[in-house]
């Protein structure tokens, strides 16, 4: 007999249930969706991962996936605090559009931020999660070491700012004993602060030696004095020692640096002699103040000495005074107009630049959608954007003629109109009568055929905007794409399934055929038992006939592992055969991508000869 058992075969890990879904006509029905449970696990991995990062918001339960994962993304690349030109603006249940916008500008965002792992836009709203997690877990990571970075400059200026804020009780009495001695030393510094004694009442000397001297002299400190003071004692330390006058060239010396001093001395001048006297450039940056004003004042000034000699009375003062009082008055309401004037001023300017700054935001956020929509446009749908082109050009022209059909009609009407009233007010009720009827017959005909016409150039429309609204767009086609990749699952796991089934029943199907064939054997070995071992001639025939149905079993057996070696070598050139299409489908990919980036590339030269 062969060995031929019960053989498992493992169900396909996937799993279906009902779901509530929106048809074509807008109506609600119920679905089988097919779940993985791959990709359930590999969620519930990025759900802990992302609760474990800090995104608690992935516990709720009322959040779709789509939520969850994508809203953690964009917490993950605000927490890393990268410097993005994209607006990472997430909300829960977005449009079908707005999600497919949010992805794009997310996997945009990922190669600047030196992401390994490369993801489509298809892969995140298709929720494969599979592909999405390496792109999760990266970021987290990212996230993580941001944080913990941000976490010791804070914790360290925290430190800093505490120690400069709040001292040590030991740092304290050192910065109260520090600073104890720094008063200490201003107090010393205030008390023995050069004092001016004296001031040149003429030019400075030209000599470099003789201005310092002469500006020493005016804080009586003579350093000359000091030098010779201190040359004179070093020589009289010697003289002390030699027993030797001084020499002839140090008193020499001294005498002539007495006389130089004396002589800028004599250009000095009490300190208390030139208090009340005002120098030249203390005069000339009053002048160069206000030129005019002075010179206003001093007019008034001479008018007021004039009227004051001729007068002399306290009256004329008086006036004078109250005069003086009303121009200040005045200048200073026209300082306080000039100064609201020039905060208005201010403001507007403030408010231009606003301005300015958004249009310019608003312009380059069209150039850049202008850019996006000139990249999407391909060799494949030139014709239906060419089409839709002409659609809605032909649309517009509809409604241009629409408007001006009506504007049209509204002045026949306001004609036709001061026409009846004029027939009214003119005609009797006996006269034109028949005139005016025939005249507002023929005008209600028209205007009924106007109607119709308005009515056909509607239908037209409509039936323009049914064609247009007919043509998807790059929504509907995505999820159209997402529709029948689901459906394509579904088929495939469907016919795996039924493929399982058959081959589980074919094996069952021999294992019973094999069991049965067993027993029918064992049935007669026991049934010929007995009379076969009463005679000896019947014992050498029943272990020959045994002999040969071992001998059988053996041959079946050898067939049947025969027939195995070759499904196994069938399997191994399958499995072969799968290697290299694999093989063959990522170099096609990579082929494909490859071109895609030498097709971009041709696009920015051919836009960049058309632009030069």
């Known amino acids: 007999m062969s060995g031929i058992g019960n053989v498992f075969y493992p169900r396909p890990r996937s799993s279906s249930k009902l779901s509530t879904r929106i048809d074509a006509d807008g109506k609600e029905v119920e679905v089988e969706v097919r779940e993985d449970e791959e990709q359930k696990i590999k969620l519930q991995e990025i759900v802990d991962l992302l609760v474990a990062a800090g995104y608690f918001r992935a516990r709720i339960k009322g959040l779709s996936p789509f939520d969850k994962v994508v809203g953690g993304m964009t917490w993950c690349i605000e927490t890393c605090n990268f410097d993005v030109d994209v607006d990472l603006l997430f909300q829960e249940n977005l449009t079908i559009g707005q999600k497919i916008a949010l992805t794009e500008k997310i996997v945009a965002v990922l190669p600047e931020m030196k992401c390994p792992h490369r993801i489509e836009p298809h892969q995140i709203q298709g929720l494969d999660f599979i592909h ?112 030797q006058p001084m020499s002839p060239e140090t008193q020499e010396t001294q005498r002539l640096e007495e006389q130089r001093i004396e002589i800028l001395m004599k250009s000095m001048a009490q300190m208390g002699e030139q208090e009340s006297r005002l120098t030249a450039g203390i005069v000339g940056n009053i002048v160069n103040l206000q030129a005019q004003e002075i010179a206003r004042a001093a007019e008034r000034y001479a008018e007021l000495q004039a009227e004051e000699r001729g007068s002399g009375s306290p009256s004329s003062q008086a006036r004078a005074l109250v005069a003086l009082e009303k121009q200040k008055a005045a200048l200073e309401e026209r300082e306080l107009k000039l100064q609201k004037e020039k905060e208005r001023l201010e403001a507007a300017i403030q408010q231009e630049s606003a301005q300015l700054h958004q249009v310019r935001a608003a312009h380059n956020q069209v150039d850049q959608v202008l850019k996006e929509l000139e990249a999407l446009e391909t060799d494949e749908n030139q014709g239906i954007l060419r089409k839709l082109q002409a659609l809605v050009i032909l649309n517009e022209s509809l409604k241009q003629q629409e408007l001006e059909f009506r504007e049209q009609c509204k002045l026949e009407l306001g004609k036709l109109q001061k026409l009846v009233e004029g027939a009214q007010e003119s005609a009797t009720p006996d006269e034109d009568s028949d005139q005016v009827t025939i005249q507002y017959e023929e005008e209600r005909e028209r205007v009924q055929k106007l109607r119709l016409l308005l009515a056909k150039r509607n239908r037209s429309i409509a039936a323009l905007q049914r064609q247009l609204d007919e043509v998807p767009g790059r929504a509907e086609l995505a999820q159209y794409q997402r529709r029948f990749l689901e459906l394509y699952n579904q088929v495939a796991a469907k016919h795996k399934e039924t493929k399982q089934f058959y081959t589980l029943y074919n094996t069952l199907d021999d294992t019973k055929l094999y069991l049965s064939k067993e027993l029918t054997l064992l049935n007669s070995i026991l049934d010929n038992y007995t009379e076969a071992m009463s005679s000896t001639s019947g014992k050498e025939q029943f272990m020959k006939q045994f002999d040969a149905i071992v001998e059988g079993i053996k041959q079946n057996k050898a067939k049947v592992e025969r027939r195995r070696t070759e499904e196994r070598q069938r399997r191994d050139k399958l499995s072969q055969q799968l290697l290299s299409l694999v093989e063959q489908q990522r170099r096609y990919v990579a082929a494909v991508r490859q071109l895609t980036i030498e097709c971009r590339r041709n696009e920015a030269l051919l836009a960049q000869l058309r632009g030069t």
């Open 132 to 243: 999405i997690f390496p792109v999760i877990q990266w970021l987290v990571k990212r996230s993580v070491e941001t944080r913990e970075e941000m976490g010791d400059f804070v914790r360290s200026f925290a430190v800093s700012q505490f120690h400069k804020l709040c001292p040590l009780p030991e740092e304290q009495a050192v910065l109260a004993q520090q600073e104890s001695i720094l008063r200490n030393i201003r107090t010393i510094k205030d008390v023995y602060r050069p004092q001016r004694r004296f001031r040149r009442k003429d030019a400075p000397p030209e000599e470099e030696e003789s201005r310092v001297q002469s500006t020493l002299l005016e804080y009586g400190y003579n350093i000359s004095a000091v030098s010779l003071s201190a040359t004179a004692e070093s020589a009289g330390d010697t003289n002390e020692e030699t027993g």
